[in-house]
């Protein structure tokens, strides 16, 4: 059987025909197959969608250098990876290093109609959904195509992007870099700055085993 991606490190094209490279942490669609997930999680929902993360070293070539995360997870569609981003390089994934994206869903349940999500993390929120829009941080699987234009907006490469993409972008889409994000976290159980790995160790989660 075909090895899972998780640690492939590929490089992506800017327009300018540099790199930025990435590494998948984890295919939804392929360990959804392999019948990984239990039947509570909540990351099958996104379908053909890779949780990669990004590195902030600009390269000349496809070649791979280890450098600083500039996007510490993030989910894309999985198409281009391994053919429009050509895979360069492996690096196997610690699963206590993996990060994912912090967003807030509609949900009713008896104290609301919000919750928080992060990867397999679900917790209702006291808040009701006319507050949502206000909150921001809608759950996305984010455009291969605009993914570029994404990195260079996280890059405050903000000319290099067409006036007409404005789609190319975290903002709205990830709590970790909202204003309100503190004031979600008075209603979770876990503190702001502990990593994904430990929050959901404290929930009695096992993340861990997708990687087993």
């Not at 990060?99 to 990867?119: K, R």
Request: hydrophobic share 40%.
């Amino acid at each position: 059987m075909k090895k899972l991606p998780h640690g492939d490190i590929f490089a992506v094209p800017l327009p300018d025909g540099t790199f930025l490279h990435g590494r998948v942490l984890l295919d939804i669609y392929l360990t959804l197959k392999r019948r990984l997930f239990p039947a509570n999680s909540t990351l099958p929902g996104l379908g053909e969608a890779s949780l990669i993360e990004m590195y902030a070293a600009i390269s000349e070539s496809v070649d791979y250098a280890p450098s600083p995360v500039l996007i510490p997870g993030a989910f894309v569609e999985s198409k281009d990876v391994g053919n429009a981003w050509k895979v360069v390089d492996r690096v196997e994934v610690d699963p206590r290093e993996v990060e994912f994206p912090e967003t807030v869903i509609g949900f009713i349940h008896s104290n609301g109609q919000m919750a928080y999500q992060c990867g397999e993390i679900h917790i209702g929120l006291p808040f009701p959904l006319t507050e949502q829009e206000r909150i921001n941080a809608y759950s996305q699987r984010h455009s291969a195509f605009l993914w570029p234009y994404t990195c260079l907006r996280v890059m405050k490469r903000d000319d290099e992007i067409p006036l007409n993409y404005k789609a190319a972008t975290l903002e709205g889409t990830d709590l970790r870099i909202s204003a309100i994000r503190q004031a979600i976290y008075e209603h979770l159980p876990f503190r702001m700055e502990e990593s994904y790995f430990e929050k959901q160790a404290q929930l009695g989660l096992h993340f861990e085993r997708l990687y087993e």
